[in-house]
């Protein structure tokens, strides 16, 4: 078991530029979450899937702002035209199934944006 | 919305000595969770507290949720440089979505 993949790890990019960040979670995984977290503050929700169904989306996920886990393995966020205020750590997070649910939501190493 | 505060913001500490990390809910808490980061890096589960009263522990670390849930604290014994980093308080709001406290940053001098 690997753990929860992130990619890529940085990235630096122009703003009006789309970007696109991939999560691999610890297989047979069914829950998968998306966070954002700015400098000097936690983690903020913003969107959740069980197995490739998007159950919910946060009012900070903007119409610029698509996930997707179209076989209910990994899930890719994109955001388009990126802003300066989209400069964050995108973290992704996983969990099992309900019956096999410890507790612990297992998090990746997060994928760093930076917006010039 | 659940909101969490969480107490000492930062916090410097000798090697060696003990420290208490508060986290304070707006609403009772029907999960707690404990999470430790490391600068510019993803969260480490430590420790999760469901039942009013409960206390858990994990080598030096001990974590308790009070009986009224609705706050929590974590305590370090005989601090030890490894422990440095920025921990955070999350409380489950529903299927396991988080609302994270802005955390603690712990810096541990030799």
């Known amino acids: 078991d690997t753990g929860v993949s992130q990619d890529p790890r940085h990235k630096i990019t122009k703003r009006g530029q789309n970007v696109t960040f991939r999560c691999d979670p610890i297989?047979?995984?069914?829950?998968l979450y998306w966070y954002r977290q700015t400098l000097g503050q936690g983690p903020e929700f913003l969107t959740y899937?069980?197995?490739?169904?998007?159950?919910?989306k946060s009012r900070l996920l903007s119409d610029r702002f698509s996930a997707e886990r179209p076989k209910g393995s990994f899930s890719t966020l994109e955001i388009q035209r990126t802003e300066q205020g989209d400069s964050a750590m995108y973290l992704c997070a996983s969990s099992p199934a309900s019956g096999a649910n410890t507790g612990e939501l297992f998090f990746g190493e997060g994928s760093r944006l930076t917006v010039l | 919305s659940q909101e969490l505060e969480q107490s000492p913001q930062s916090l410097i500490v000798q090697e060696g000595k003990n420290l208490t990390i508060n986290c304070t809910s707006s609403k009772t808490l029907y999960g707690l969770y404990w999470y430790k980061q490391k600068y510019g890096e993803g969260l480490i589960f430590l420790m999760m507290l469901q039942k009013g009263g409960e206390e858990k522990s994990h080598e030096k670390i001990t974590a308790k949720l009070d009986e009224k849930k609705q706050q929590s604290s974590l305590h370090i014994t005989a601090s030890q440089p490894s422990h440095a980093g920025i921990y955070l308080c999350g409380a489950d709001i529903g299927f396991q979505k988080l609302v994270f406290g802005t955390g603690t940053r712990l810096l541990v001098s030799p």
């Open positions: 297989s047979e995984h069914n829950r």
């Open positions: 899937f069980q197995n490739e169904a998007q159950l919910e």
